[in-house]
């Protein structure tokens, strides 16, 4: 069994920064990619950010040179420092990861995080 449990949303003031931390715990061998979607309502669920277990990042378009993606491989965390945030980033923002729960088996599995709410106030 492997969760994933996010933290660090709230409501801040457009300009504003927020450090959301999500952290993987279970039956974990190996964590591939970690991500941060997020989905507002009547939207769909969208990649804000990605990171590979080598460390290469992406970055959806509109949060490019405002969010940062960053992740510790020995504490199983991955983080999203989001600065200059605006109204439009308003979302449930959801942590993402694809994992290897058993050593003698190469199988990757899903996981997605309960979600926690960012909201932008202008």
């Known amino acids: 069994q492997v969760s994933l449990v996010e933290s660090g949303g709230g409501l801040v003031q457009a300009g504003g920064s927020l450090k959301l931390s999500c952290v993987a715990s279970?039956?974990?061998?190996?964590?591939?990619?970690m991500s941060w979607y997020r989905q507002a309502p009547g939207n769909e669920r969208e990649l804000v950010a990605s990171?590979?277990?080598?460390?290469?990042?992406n970055y959806e378009e509109s949060v490019k040179g405002r969010f940062t993606i960053s992740r510790d491989k020995a504490k199983n965390t991955v983080d999203l420092h989001m600065n200059s945030l605006k109204p439009e980033d308003t979302s449930v923002y959801y942590c993402y990861s694809i994992i290897q729960t058993d050593w003698r088996l190469p199988n990757e599995y899903q996981y997605w995080g309960q979600g926690t709410q960012v909201t932008v106030s202008s």
């Open positions: 279970g039956s974990i061998f190996r964590i591939n990619t």
């Open positions: 990171i590979s277990s080598g460390g290469s990042t």
